[in-house]
């Protein structure tokens, strides 16, 4: 939703609400994301803070574990990261406060498992598990205050290697790998934890990653690809994104109202490469560059006006 400030008549008032823009929201858009690495030659510990003004990169709070494979979820204040792979599965959740850069324990997940996905709003997030030894339907919906995990709407099939992006109502997930490379994309509800068809990728794939801001997410679609694609939440419409400077799967992307940076993991080696788009034009430029080549990661920011702000 767009910042407003000074005097609103009541004819601007009145289009203002037809419009889904009243009242208006004058919480500030992020200024950072925390990117998980995940796995360089071995797992790691490793977090970068990603600024978004100058691109400037330095390090966030590590891990209580050495991870990779993992998901994250969260709000304008704290950050959920699920570890995933720490030698083998587990249901370790941190939860990173962006004040100070603090973590702690977060709610732990309800199976162990990795290779999952993340979306949410500013009091819920839904992870979707992945691998639980093989691929699953199952989701978590974590409740940020008290760190309350409980069900949530099942995936219409099982999968892993999955990515999300959504607004403060519905969330789309794509499931990634079923049985092979998929195309199918999930709709959820945060309202009821509803769980319908969303439109497919153009393209079959997996190990892919989204970021996105109140009216279209960005999926990078991965399995080797540069193809990203441009989900507009009113009306479910795919069309084409800008396109990653690289092949690339098993990346993690955050981002706010204005811009999302994608790492992009695996682009033959453990790369270092991010890239910048910008939502406006879709326009795709270098970001800061991670402080080791990695790939396997996790990413959340602290905001995004209109979906968790």
């Given at each position: 939703m767009p910042n407003y400030s000074g005097v609103w008549s009541l004819s601007q008032q009145f289009q203002a609400v037809g419009q889904g823009l009243w009242p208006p929201n004058f919480d500030p858009d992020g200024t950072f994301?925390?990117?998980?690495?995940?796995?360089?030659?071995?797992?790691?510990?490793?977090?970068?803070?990603?600024?978004?003004?100058?691109?400037?990169?330095?390090?966030?709070?590590?891990?209580t574990a050495a991870s990779c494979a993992g998901s994250a979820a969260g709000n304008s204040t704290v950050g959920i990261f699920a570890l995933g792979d720490a030698t083998g599965n587990v249901t370790t959740r941190n939860k990173y406060t962006y004040s100070g850069c603090v973590v702690a324990a977060g709610g732990a997940a309800t199976v162990a498992s990795r290779r999952g996905s993340a979306a949410g709003n500013s009091t819920t997030g839904i992870f979707a598990l992945g691998c639980t030894g093989s691929t699953s339907t199952t989701r978590n919906k974590y409740t940020y205050s008290g760190c309350v995990v409980a069900a949530g709407g099942a995936a219409t099939a099982a999968s892993q290697l999955g990515s999300a992006a959504g607004t403060s109502t519905v969330g789309i997930f794509a499931l990634g790998f079923v049985g092979g490379a998929s195309t199918t994309r999930n709709k959820y509800t945060y309202s009821g934890c509803v769980v319908s068809a969303g439109t497919a990728a153009t393209v079959a794939s997996c190990s892919g990653a989204a970021a996105g801001n109140s009216t279209f997410g960005i999926f990078a679609l991965g399995g080797g690809l540069t193809t990203r694609n441009k989900y507009t939440y009113s009306g479910d419409v795919v069309t084409a994104g800008g396109a990653s400077t690289a092949i690339s799967c098993s990346g993690s992307a955050a981002g706010n109202s204005t811009v999302g940076i994608f790492a992009l993991g695996y682009t033959g080696t453990a790369s270092t490469t991010r890239n910048k788009y910008t939502y406006s034009g879709c326009v795709v430029s270098a970001g800061g560059v991670a402080t080791a080549g990695s790939y396997g990661g996790s990413a959340a920011s602290n905001g995004t006006v209109g979906v968790n702000i």
């Open positions: 994301a925390i990117f998980a690495l995940g796995f360089t030659t071995v797992r790691v510990t490793t977090r970068n803070k990603y600024t978004y003004s100058g691109d400037a990169v330095s390090a966030g709070g590590a891990a």
